[in-house]
């Protein structure tokens, strides 16, 4: 995502009242911030949150924790949940890179990861978030049946994380490489804002379920 700087969005997002400014201070007390003890399922990496927002709005009974470390796009989500009459979706500004001292073990009930930056250059396959070392971040936090889902139109991307994921010890349960024309896979499918833009490209959308 190329970003432009938005001036006084860190300080936006840090007052607002839907950011979680010190993550660490709740791990393993996620339904105390949410005051209920109801499944979190968070977003990494979720831009300007079209996908988490709307899958707040349709399950009110799930809370969700969207997390992005550009307040640039982060921005942009707090500013369309302000509009919104809901009491299930949280945001924390951060580099997921530390995730696992925000959760307690088995406290996440799923993860989401979709259209997460390529990384392309080799030296960088583990800042990927589809890397063996994310995944074993997210063994940490994730609950035992617990699964992650990861979406994008970028192949190469998608045939590293085929290959990470065994590596890391956890199994793919189901994959495809053309989302939308996979009737089994695709139903309830929410779009996220680069699944639109480049499925109206004509991209293919990739997606995979994985577990341990
Ligand atoms: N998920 C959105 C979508 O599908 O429309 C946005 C996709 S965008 C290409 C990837 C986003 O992931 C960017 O906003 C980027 O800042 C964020 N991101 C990448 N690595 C991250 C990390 N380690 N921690 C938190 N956010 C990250």
């Known amino acids: 995502m190329r970003l432009r700087n938005v001036p006084g969005s860190r300080e936006a997002i840090a007052e607002s009242e839907f950011t979680i400014n010190e993550p660490q201070n709740y791990k393993g007390k996620w339904n105390e911030v949410f005051g209920n003890d109801k499944p979190i399922r968070i977003e990494i990496g979720m831009g300007k949150g079209k996908f988490i927002t709307q899958l707040a709005l349709d399950n009110p009974d799930i809370n969700y924790i969207g997390i992005e470390k550009f307040s640039s796009v982060l921005i942009r989500a707090i500013e369309k949940r302000t509009e919104l009459d809901i009491d299930n979706l949280f945001f924390i500004r951060m580099d997921a890179e530390t995730i696992a001292?925000?959760?307690?073990?088995?406290?996440?009930?799923?993860?989401?990861?979709?259209?997460?930056?390529?990384?392309?250059?080799?030296?960088?396959?583990?800042?990927?978030?589809?890397?063996?070392?994310?995944?074993?971040?997210?063994?940490?936090?994730?609950?035992?049946?617990?699964?992650?889902?990861?979406?994008?139109?970028?192949?190469?991307?998608?045939?590293?994380?085929?290959?990470?994921?065994?590596?890391?010890?956890?199994?793919?349960?189901?994959?495809?490489?053309?989302?939308h024309n996979d009737e089994k896979m695709n139903a309830g499918n929410v779009m996220t804002e680069y699944e639109e833009r480049f499925s109206a490209k004509g991209n293919p959308i990739n997606k995979l379920i994985a577990n341990r």
């Not at 993860?111 to 063994?139: C, G, M, Q, V």
């Open 101 to 179: 001292d925000c959760f307690a073990e088995g406290e996440v009930d799923k993860i989401y990861l979709n259209f997460s930056d390529p990384w392309p250059k080799d030296r960088h396959a583990k800042r990927r978030l589809t890397s063996k070392e994310f995944f074993a971040r997210y063994d940490k936090i994730l609950k035992k049946d617990g699964v992650v889902e990861f979406k994008t139109d970028n192949n190469l991307l998608f045939d590293f994380s085929l290959e990470q994921i065994p590596m890391a010890g956890w199994n793919i349960v189901e994959f495809t490489r053309d989302l």
